[in-house]
């Protein structure tokens, strides 16, 4: 019998590249969105590469009564739970509408899932929980620093909601994957990432500005003390990490699980500078992009990447698409969006 897995949050970037691969893998999935950071667009893409008429619930999961509706109508045995909000600086001028919409849609999830004596959840956590790290690459084991956005602190809550509700409720398993710097989209080029307004992450920025959206890339900060001034960051192909889902509700589902609350880095383990992305964009697509030095951003932190050892070995994932391959499919889904 075929398992199913909800995927909450399934019409947006990460979420829906998961569906996509959980498909691949032989599961069959529900999506439930609210679609206030998404549309339609997203499960369509899904639907037409693999060519599942995927179901799709339009649901806000702060919505309890809604949301149970969900767990009532559909048999699945894991969660896959993306759904929230995740824009860091409007995190910090307006916490309270990160603080209700993160908590809140999470808090239901696991509710729900005891009330409904479902068994599995992967949550989206981020290396954001890792702050300005004392040591690189950053493991599972490092500290978690004092959150500086209500963004971040929403997924160290998360968190440790999860960890408490491992413990004291012997029905729940759970994964927290840590992400690093997600970009690109499937190769396919029918779904990516699709920012509202003016893009505040650097990939969707550069492709927009190759597009003529917008003028001109700043690269913020050129006087860190790394090889070339720019900061390092760990960017973590988008189908790669949607493939550490898979391997995550697989190893759930397989009961090779050998703790029941466990946390993954999900990144590539290789630091590239904003520099070395621009640059290997420009050569991969032969073009030359508009980019200036602009001052260093308030809240950046200088180099984080991760240590990926514990994923590649324990969940036996490993990312694989070379950064040429994910910023060829971020400039053909750029293209395509804007009908280049
Ligand atoms: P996204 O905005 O593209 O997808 C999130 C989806 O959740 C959207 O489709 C949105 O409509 C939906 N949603 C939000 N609140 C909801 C609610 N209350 N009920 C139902 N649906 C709701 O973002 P993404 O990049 O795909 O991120 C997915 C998850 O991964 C988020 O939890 C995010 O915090 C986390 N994450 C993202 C990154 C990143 O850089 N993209 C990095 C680390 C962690
Ligand atoms: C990457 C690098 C910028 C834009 C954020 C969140 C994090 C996680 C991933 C969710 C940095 C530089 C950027 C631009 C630039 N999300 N940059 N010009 O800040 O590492 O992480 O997204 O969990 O929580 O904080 O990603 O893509 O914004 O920046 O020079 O126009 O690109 O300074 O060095 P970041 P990013």
Redesign the pocket.
């Known amino acids: 019998m075929k398992k199913t897995v909800l995927v909450?949050?399934?019409?947006?970037?990460?979420?829906?590249h998961t569906a996509v691969e959980l498909i691949a893998a032989g599961y069959d999935v529900v999506i439930?969105?609210?679609?206030?950071?998404?549309d339609c667009s997203?499960v369509e893409g899904v639907r037409r590469i693999t060519g599942v008429e995927v179901p799709f619930v339009e649901?806000?999961?702060?919505?309890k009564e809604a949301?149970a509706r969900v767990f009532a109508q559909y048999d699945f045995d894991s969660v896959i739970?993306?759904?929230?909000?995740?824009a860091v600086g409007e995190s910090v001028a307006d916490p309270m509408k990160y603080y209700r919409?993160?908590l809140?849609?999470f808090m239901n999830v696991v509710d729900l899932m005891r009330e409904y004596d479902r068994h599995n959840i992967v949550f989206?956590?981020?290396?954001?929980v890792y702050g300005e790290p004392d040591e690189l690459p950053v493991t599972e084991l490092s500290p978690r620093k004092p959150a500086t956005s209500a963004?971040g602190n929403?997924?160290q809550m998360c968190e440790d909601i999860l960890r408490d509700s491992v413990a004291a409720y012997d029905s729940l398993r759970a994964i927290a994957l840590?992400?690093?710097?997600?970009i690109g989209a499937h190769p396919s080029a029918l779904i990516g990432?699709?920012p509202r307004g003016v893009p505040q992450?650097l990939v969707p920025y550069i492709t927009q500005t190759a597009a003529g959206v917008r003028e001109c890339l700043s690269v913020f900060g050129d006087d860190y003390p790394t090889e070339d001034g720019s900061c390092l960051r760990d960017y973590i192909d988008i189908v790669d990490l949607a493939r550490a889902h898979v391997a995550a509700i697989d190893r759930m589902t397989s009961g090779d699980a050998t703790e029941r609350y466990e946390i993954f880095n999900v990144g590539t383990g290789r630091a590239v500078s904003v520099f070395e992305l621009v640059h290997t964009f420009e050569r991969v697509n032969n073009l030359a992009l508009n980019h200036k030095v602009a001052p260093r951003r308030a809240g950046d932190v200088m180099a984080v990447w991760a240590d990926t050892r514990r994923a590649n070995e324990v969940l036996g994932w490993r990312a694989e698409r070379p950064l040429d391959e994910t910023l060829r499919s971020a400039w053909e889904w750029e293209k395509y969006v804007r009908k280049l």
């Open positions: 909450s949050g399934g019409a947006g970037y990460i979420g829906s439930a969105d609210n679609l206030s950071n998404s997203g649901v806000d999961c702060c919505d949301f739970h993306f759904a929230a909000f995740k919409n993160n809140l849609s989206s956590s981020s290396a954001t963004y929403t997924k840590r992400y690093f710097n997600p990432e699709l992450n």
